[in-house]
């Protein structure tokens, strides 16, 4: 009996089988990999949308003379609140090089909050340095999650 046939057959299923199964682990690791993208892409989204809405609301909060300062402490701290949720999922889902800019925004913004329960006036210094902290604070958040996503490298039109 001639085994050449029989021998040929097995190492053309092999080669096959192995073929498909590579094919495929590297199809379910691409699709892994934009899962996480898209996630990241959107908890980043979220973070820096929260915190940036909650810095708008400050400083219309400040702006506000009509407040007295209870209102105007309750009205900012209630502002702030949402920003908890998103920062602990920031903290546990992004990278150390992403979280620790994160959270310096969000501490920012929380002085900023701080300064607005003070009820320091527009134009003050103390508001100027809260603010402006909070906006330097967003652009190195802001580079250090672009670094992260990689889209800088990628192709522009």
């Known amino acids: 009996m001639d085994w050449t046939p029989l021998l040929a057959t097995l ?18 690791r691409r699709e892994a ?9 959107e908890l980043y989204g979220a973070y820096l949308g ?3 809405q909650v810095r708008s609301e400050l400083q219309l ?11 105007r402490k309750i009205a900012a701290r209630q502002s702030f609140a ?9 903290e546990v889902f992004a990278p ?18 701080e300064a607005t329960i003070r009820g320091v006036p527009n134009g003050d210094e103390g508001y100027e340095v809260a603010f402006h902290d909070v906006m330097e ?21």
């Open 137 to 157: 604070a967003l652009t190195t958040v802001r580079t250090a999650m672009r670094l992260d996503m990689g889209t800088d490298r990628l192709p522009t039109d």
């Open 82 to 90: 949402r920003c908890y949720e998103i920062r602990y999922q920031l």
């Open 11 to 28: 190492l053309g299923a092999s080669i096959a089988t192995g073929s498909a199964l590579l094919v495929e682990v590297r199809k379910d």
């Open 96 to 113: 150390r090089a992403v979280v620790e800019p994160a959270l310096n925004y969000f501490r920012s913004v929380r002085r900023a909050r």
């Open 61 to 71: 909060i400040m702006l506000d003379r009509g407040m007295s300062e209870a209102e």
């Open 50 to 52: 929260v915190l940036s």
């Open 33 to 41: 990999v934009a899962e996480w993208r898209r996630s990241k892409r």
